[in-house]
């Protein structure tokens, strides 16, 4: 139930009501958002979102190169825009529990992105003469069996939790399930797109060197 802030007596009358209304009804949470405590949220939220997309950012740099690095990073963008755009549309809440979803999400959607890099790095040095998008294909075509299995065992999971795991764990396990189908698809049609196009940009004497 959502209402406009009560006091201690208009929440015992509200309580009460239901329970009479209900039967027997246990309350299983009470928050106030103030406007304070919502600012405090949606500004700690966007710092932890610019902290975890720039260690990811970091981190692939490292391992790959800058290109596909970037290319992971606005997969993870895209996740983040998707899934925060149904939540909004669903008018579901968004609090800590989507924040930690959302965080859990991103860690997903890098998961799938370094997999397929990976891939893509080995059969790059396999075939050193081989143009990106032809081993980008061939890399996809090799990870998707993993990607789907791996996607379709945790959605049973996420399904369970969100039809029997009470209205505590629905907010956390819904998101979950939204971010799993976009992270799944988004290494493959967001990630990798992005990857070639960038390496299409950069000149030849600068695409050289690691993969």
């Not at 509200?14 to 928050?31: F, H, I, S, W, Y």
């Not at 997309?53 to 800058?66: E, H, N, P, V």
């Not at 976009?182 to 797109?193: D, E, I, K, N, R």
Request: cysteine-free.
């Amino acid at each position: 139930m959502r209402t406009d802030p009560l006091t201690n007596a208009e929440e015992t009358e509200v309580t009460g009501a239901v329970r009479d209304l209900a039967g027997r009804a246990d309350k299983v949470r009470d928050e106030l958002i103030g406007p304070s405590l919502g600012e405090e949220l949606r500004r700690g939220a966007l710092i932890a979102l610019a902290v975890a997309l720039g260690a990811q950012f970091a981190y692939l740099a490292a391992r790959f190169r800058w290109v596909f690095g970037t290319a992971a990073v606005v997969a993870l963008a895209h996740d983040v825009v998707i899934l925060a755009g149904v939540f909004a549309w669903l008018g579901r809440p968004v609090d800590g529990v989507f924040l930690a979803a959302l965080l859990t999400v991103i860690g997903y959607s890098v998961n799938d992105s370094v997999v397929l890099f990976d891939r893509v790095r080995e059969l790059a040095r396999k075939s050193p003469g081989a143009p990106l998008p032809d081993i980008t294909d061939q890399a996809i075509l090799q990870t998707l069996p993993r990607t789907v299995n791996t996607g379709i065992g945790a959605a049973f999971i996420l399904t369970a939790l969100a039809v029997l795991g009470g209205s505590s764990l629905t907010d956390f396990a819904l998101a979950l399930l939204i971010g799993l189908v976009v992270g799944t698809y988004s290494s493959v049609l967001t990630a990798a797109p992005v990857a070639i196009g960038l390496h299409h940009r950069i000149p030849p004497r600068q695409s050289s060197g690691r993969t």
